[in-house]
């Protein structure tokens, strides 16, 4: 049998002010300027970038400044190597990754058009089949353990398997940390109820993963917000597209919830919006920004991200 290992990936001396838990992996988009529906068969453009959520909010975070590392699981084969190679380059920290042998690196594919994403699926198994193998620095003393807490931000995505999710809802080793949560996909939405029950961390949510999560339909992000913190939440926010986003916290009564309206914008990509609003708002609030500001200026970094030139 092969054996695993997590022998560090590069050096990474400093702290990390951010630790990025989840998927890591190669993003192959494929991007057409025309509407398209289900069937089309479309000229475009097909990339390949370091992407997942866990990546995606790390190098976000990078760019305003922070110092991200990474937690999770990336193959020893050839994509592996180029992909822990293009991490470091982009000023995320791999020291933590576990790399195994066994293993291949994930993927995630995506179709977008005109009118915005079509189809995606995301091959996320060799996270999942790492299972608490990815946290071994948070429970061995590397970065914190039971007895003696991680206490700084954690930004943890939802493609992590519901028990091992539960776990860290849970877990005295993340009593401490700043935990912020992003479901990955709505499909994957449920998988956070464990924060729910347990009423921790910060939840990024959409207004599909809000309904999915308090098994309703919602029509706003406000009232989707104020559901969630009745059922248990410590802390959401909750985006509507275009149309709003809401904060809301479990902390006494005045002023609950705040919500915004983003900026309107010609979209011209989907993919990692969500992950850059996470990211920006996570940064902002490091900087000291109140929650006002640090929802405006979340606003203002997913607008500029999905009215991006696009690679075409």
């Known amino acids: 049998m092969t054996q695993h290992t997590a022998t560090p990936s590069s050096s990474h001396d400093a702290t990390p002010q951010v630790l990025c838990i989840g998927s890591v992996l190669w993003d192959i988009i494929g991007r057409s300027p025309a509407e398209m529906r289900r069937g089309s068969d479309m000229p475009g453009r097909i990339t390949r ?30 994509e592996g190597e180029e992909l822990i190679k293009a991490c470091s380059q982009l000023g ?26 079509i189809a995606a699926i995301a091959d996320a198994h060799s996270l999942e089949a790492a299972g608490d193998k990815i946290l071994r620095p948070l429970m061995d003393g590397t970065l914190g353990s039971g007895h003696a807490p991680y206490e700084g931000a954690i930004a943890l995505d939802g ?26 996909s709505p499909g994957k939405a449920e998988r956070l109820r464990p924060f729910l029950t347990s009423t921790r961390g910060t939840l990024y949510v959409n207004l599909e993963e809000a309904g999915l999560l308090c098994q309703t339909t919602f029509t706003d992000s406000e009232t989707a917000a104020l ?32 919500t915004q309206k983003p900026p309107r914008v010609t979209v011209a990509r989907v993919t990692g919006a969500g992950d850059t609003f996470m990211a920006a708002h996570i940064a902002a609030e490091a900087r000291g920004e109140d929650r006002h500001k640090a929802l405006a200026t979340a606003l203002q970094a997913a607008a500029t991200y999905v009215s991006g030139e696009s690679p075409l």
Do not use: Q
């Not at 970038?49 to 699981?73: C, E, H, Q, W, Y």
């Not at 690196?105 to 994403?117: F, I, Q, S, W």
């Not at 776990?167 to 949560?181: C, K, M, N, Q, S």
């Open 227 to 258: 559901a969630l913190i009745a059922r248990g939440a410590a802390r959401v926010l909750v985006t509507d597209g275009g149309a709003s986003a809401s904060e809301a916290n479990s902390h006494g009564e005045l002023d609950r919830v705040i």
């Open 92 to 117: 995320c920290g791999t020291t933590h990754v576990y790399r195994s042998e066994d293993l291949p690196t994930d993927r995630y594919m995506a179709v977008e058009g005109g009118n915005g994403l």
């Open 49 to 78: 970038l370091p992407g997942g959520v866990a990546m995606n909010i790390a190098m976000t975070l990078a760019r305003f400044g922070l110092k991200p590392d990474l937690l999770s699981a990336v193959g020893r084969d050839p």
């Open 159 to 184: 493609n992590l398997t519901l028990s091992l999710l539960a776990e860290i809802a849970t877990e005295p080793a993340f009593a401490r940390a700043d935990l912020r949560v992003a479901p990955a």
